[in-house]
């Protein structure tokens, strides 16, 4: 008989009885216990051998005495091993199994001997056939049967499930190649609802000649270092997996997602609102509690145990768990069984409906707490796994929940830095561009996704002449310090430019003020990292000629009238706060209509995207037939920026040319006669009346006659004076080669002159001067009224 075909094995009575409790199968084991052949009782009904009913077990295991009726008509009492599947064999069967004469009865002493009966290690020993021919009483426990009842019994037929099969073939597999193994398995004990790790070790048994008499295995009870070693990896896997971002449902998210199913089967992290509190938690609070649910997770698809979603606010009594283990500040266990829970329950019926259906019957909830915040709780339910929550369970759930609750601070203070940045950047930038006569501007901002907040701004600062300036910049770091240098820097540009700087000048000062920014921020005589790109650009509408210098910041886009887009020849220099060399200038004509497209790097910057990949989609966007310019700002972030947002701060300002008209333009050039200023001041009326300007010739012809004046008697020849008529301002400008500029100051009673500028600042709207490379200009603009 070969050890491979068990069922024929005379040594072991086996019968498999089918689901309709007919004999399916019967081996020689049985004739010869019974008397009966395969051929007599095939088919027949088992009811047929047994006095009185056959049990049918319940569990999938069954062991006792039955009276079985022998061939010869006498009732035979036989201990049976009934197990409701055997080896290979078809779902419903039932295999009957009992030893059967000498190997129950008569085991060979060598062998018993070798079972070390008082070891307190589980050991049993196995003959050549893989016969169960000795135990002791450890081995038994394990088993669940009386270890007299079992001898000649194979491992499959003890056991009767698919890891009593697999340590059948290794106890084989030792047998064969003469060699000791290892087998790792997860049993459930009889008296026990909770499987356990065994470790079975196995080896061959040799006589005194070396012949191969059996196989000894011995098990070791490793389920406690098998869960030590299980809590150390998911403690490992929670540190990588837990706040692998800043964002703080994200975080709170993967605290449920490692802690389901492996520790509970539905998990929820419900967060305090610090704006309840002053702005900080206090370390213990008092029912009742208001929490924002952060995120939950079931290992039900669907997550039909949760009353509360994501996002909302519920109000817990002390009764609740949540509440509970808030107030007393430590981990509150609750059993649905003991009625913990039945005063919070009753509040609401769809919560005690839900529980009872879900078949919920423990709880733990833990508070979140980290660096002397209680942040909120973490709350975990079992009702798929039978077993209640234990104290490695507890102290496995403080471990991970400490670990979270680190990182949910640091999500908390970094959202609460990025709200405050972000409230600061806004409130920094423009609310609204301003409406020139020069370009018609559209803008947008966006902060990075995940990252802090920047110090990408952008500004459209009116100047005299009708002229307009555009500034685009991007401040180094993030934050909360980064907006305030961003603010700094853009106060600075706006001042610089009202006093009309050219661009490269304007950008040489801007430079000074970020080396004495970094300078100031430094410590120990260490200077700090205060460092920004910028690009400014000035565009005149009656030359229709811009003029623009780079600080280290990428070149605008110009998107010519019926044209393709190109990039703007622009010197690059050195970033500010570099103090590096000195800027310059580029000047181009722009044709009325032309798009100019200002924009900092995060906009072409994203992740596995080359910067020229960037570009190419700018052009493609910006030069896609579209309608007004903010659709167009919105089409390019469309196109340039990934679903999940930006990488980076994006600012971006799309400006469109215009052109004044030149009938909309008078020059004058001025002789050096004072005796001459009445005829200019003439001309200048019949001018405005060419315009239909007539309510405005009074106050011009002041303006007019105290600059020209002005220029006459203290300014250096040649003398122009120029009126440029916009929709609601008339703008009156005399230039000269001198580049002493006029002050404003406040006449004393007997002082003969001094009062002509004081004048010109009543009469008009605003004035000022600015220098050019000729010499200089002042300048004066009137408001026009509504009806002009």
């Not at 006498?74 to 199994?97: A, E, F, Q, S």
């Not at 290892?182 to 009889?190: F, K």
């Not at 040489?508 to 921020?521: A, I, P, Q």
Request: hydrophobic share 40%.
């Amino acid at each position: 008989m070969s050890p491979d075909d068990p069922f024929d094995d005379a040594s072991t009575a086996r019968a498999v009885i089918d689901a309709h409790g007919d004999v399916a199968e019967w081996n020689e084991g049985a004739r010869r216990l019974l008397g009966w052949t395969a051929a007599e009782v095939v088919g027949r009904p088992v009811a047929a051998l047994v006095d009185g009913p056959f049990p049918v077990p319940r569990a999938p295991r069954w062991d006792g005495t039955l009276t079985l009726r022998h061939r010869d008509g006498r009732g035979l009492p036989v201990w049976l091993l009934i197990h409701h599947r055997r080896p290979h064999g078809t779902p419903g069967d039932w295999l009957v199994v009992t030893p059967v004469g000498d190997a129950a009865m008569t085991p060979d002493d060598t062998l018993d001997s070798a079972a070390l009966t008082q070891s307190p290690c589980a050991v049993a020993v196995c003959d050549e056939q893989l016969r169960l021919r000795g135990l002791n009483a450890a081995m038994a426990e394990i088993i669940g049967l009386p270890g007299d009842r079992i001898k000649g019994l194979r491992p499959s037929e003890i056991g009767g499930t698919p890891e009593t099969e697999t340590l059948e073939e290794r106890l084989r597999q030792s047998l064969s190649e003469r060699r000791a193994l290892d087998i790792e398995m997860w049993m459930r004990t009889r008296d026990s609802d909770r499987a356990r790790a065994w470790l079975t070790r196995m080896a061959p048994l040799t006589d005194t000649e070396g012949r191969v008499r059996g196989v000894c295995l011995a098990a070791h009870d490793v389920t406690e270092n098998h869960f030590a070693r299980d809590r150390l990896q998911l403690l490992n896997e929670a540190s990588v997996r837990i706040g692998s971002t800043l964002d703080l449902t994200r975080t709170a998210q993967e605290l449920v997602d490692i802690c389901v199913p492996v520790l509970a089967d539905f998990a929820s992290v419900d967060l305090l609102d610090p704006e309840d509190y002053g702005g900080e938690p206090p370390l213990r609070l008092t029912a009742p509690v208001v929490l924002r649910r952060a995120a939950h997770g079931s290992v039900t698809p669907g997550t039909p145990e949760a009353t509360v979603k994501p996002g909302d606010v519920d109000r817990y009594p002390a009764a609740a768990p949540h509440a509970a283990s808030l107030t007393a500040g430590h981990t509150v266990l609750s059993s649905v069984a003991a009625g913990d829970l039945d005063p919070w329950l009753a509040t609401t019926a769809l919560r005690g409906e839900r529980v009872r259906r879900m078949g919920v019957h423990a709880t733990m909830s833990v508070p979140i707490r980290a660096r002397g915040i209680t942040l909120g709780v973490a709350v975990f339910t079992r009702f798929r796994r039978p077993d209640p929550f234990t104290e490695d369970d507890v102290l496995l759930a403080e471990d991970l929940t400490a670990r979270a609750a680190v990182c949910l601070d640091n999500a908390r203070r970094y959202s609460r830095e990025r709200q405050t940045a972000l409230a600061l950047q806004r409130s920094l930038l423009p609310r609204t561009l301003p409406r020139t006569a020069a370009v018609d501007a559209a803008s947008r901002y966006l902060p990075a996704a995940r990252a802090g907040v920047g110090g990408d701004w952008f500004d459209v600062i009116p100047l005299s002449g009708l002229r307009v300036a555009m500034v685009v910049g991007d401040v180094v770091g993030r934050g909360v310090a980064a907006s305030a240098t961003m603010g700094r820097l853009r106060t600075a540009v706006r001042t610089l430019a009202d006093i009309d700087l050219a661009p490269d000048e304007l950008l040489t000062h801007l430079d000074d003020l970020v080396l004495r920014l970094s300078e100031e921020s430094g410590g120990e005589g260490s200077p700090g990292e205060v460092g920004a790109t910028c690009l400014y650009a000035v565009y005149d509408p009656v030359s229709r000629r811009c003029t623009m210098a780079s600080a280290g910041h990428p070149p605008p886009l110009l998107l010519p009238p019926g044209g393709e887009p190109r990039q703007v020849a622009v010197p690059e220099g050195p970033a500010l706060g570099l103090d590096g060399l000195p800027f310059e200038t580029a000047e181009l004509y722009l044709a009325e209509g032309s798009v100019l497209s200002f924009y900092t790097d995060g906009l072409l910057e994203s992740k596995g995207r080359p910067h020229d990949e960037g570009l190419r989609l700018l052009s493609d966007a910006l030069a896609d037939p579209g309608g007004s310019l903010d659709e167009t700002c919105d089409h390019i972030l469309h196109t340039l920026l990934p679903a999940g947002g930006a990488c980076d701060d994006v600012a971006l300002l799309l400006a469109r040319t215009r052109g004044l008209p030149p009938a909309r333009i008078a020059t004058w050039d001025i002789p050096a006669d004072p005796a001459l200023v009445a005829p200019i001041r003439k001309q200048v009326v019949e001018q405005l009346g060419v315009w239909k300007l007539e309510e405005a010739g009074f106050t011009a012809e002041l303006v007019v006659s105290e600059l020209v004046t002005n220029a006459i008697r203290y300014g250096a020849h040649p003398i122009r004076l120029r009126l440029i008529h916009d929709t609601d301002t008339l703008i009156c400008e005399v230039s000269d080669t001198s580049h002493t500029a006029p002050h404003l100051r406040r006449a004393r009673t007997w002082d003969e002159g001094g009062r002509g500028l004081l004048l010109v600042a009543q009469l008009t709207q605003r004035w000022g001067s600015r220098h050019t490379p000729e010499g200089k200009t002042i300048w004066a603009e009137l408001a026009l009224l509504d009806d002009t």
